[in-house]
């Protein structure tokens, strides 16, 4: 049912917890299934320094919060801007199609966190990010 990637950031999450003093934060959720996702990021000079994430959630919501950090960790922002759900799911070697809406969430919760850090920035994320999940999965926009 699932890959053997899948089990081993399930087992053995990287980039696990919070970072003190971020510099973006976003926190994103499904109602449907319970799984929150909260993610953290440190960033100089355009380039994402550090990322951890706090999961609750199955399996599946935890390892596609551990992959989405590798996968951003020490790249420029603009790439973790690029990053789907299917690059996502490629990276694990697959989902069960009722466990997809964990990747998005995971592409959801770094542009949240994103969002955040150019809020700060005194930036409109939107041009940037396009229009932000609400949370209210029953009227959703964001895929």
Same mark, same amino acid.
């Given at each position: 049912?699932?890959?053997?990637?899948?089990?081993?950031?399930?087992?053995?999450?990287?980039?696990?917890?919070?970072?003190? @003093?971020?510099?973006? $934060?976003?926190?994103? &959720?499904?109602?449907?299934?319970?799984? !929150?996702?909260?993610?953290? =990021?440190?960033?100089?000079?355009?380039v994402i320094t550090d990322c951890k994430f706090?999961?609750?959630?199955?399996?599946?919501?935890?390892a596609t919060s551990s992959i989405a950090t590798?996968?951003?960790?020490?790249?420029?922002?603009?790439?973790?801007?690029?990053?789907? @759900?299917?690059?996502? $799911?490629?990276?694990? &070697?697959?989902?069960?199609?009722?466990? !997809?809406?964990?990747?998005? =969430?995971?592409?959801?919760?770094?542009?949240?966190?994103?969002?955040?850090?150019?809020?700060?920035?005194?930036?409109?994320?939107?041009?940037?990010?396009?229009?932000?999940?609400?949370?209210?999965?029953?009227?959703?926009?964001?895929?």
């Amino acid at each position: 049912m699932y890959t053997d990637k899948v089990m081993d950031h399930f087992a053995n999450p990287r980039n696990m917890g919070e970072i003190e @003093n971020a510099d973006g $934060v976003g926190e994103v &959720g499904n109602a449907k299934c319970g799984d !929150i996702m909260k993610m953290f =990021l440190k960033i100089e000079n355009g380039v994402i320094t550090d990322c951890k994430f706090k999961t609750y959630g199955c399996a599946s919501a935890i390892a596609t919060s551990s992959i989405a950090t590798e996968m951003i960790k020490g790249h420029k922002i603009e790439e973790a801007v690029a990053l789907s @759900n299917k690059a996502v $799911v490629e990276a694990l &070697g697959g989902l069960p199609a009722h466990k !997809i809406h964990c990747s998005v =969430l995971a592409e959801q919760a770094i542009k949240a966190a994103l969002a955040d850090y150019y809020q700060k920035q005194g930036i409109d994320p939107e041009p940037i990010l396009g229009k932000q999940c609400s949370g209210d999965c029953h009227s959703c926009e964001c895929h």
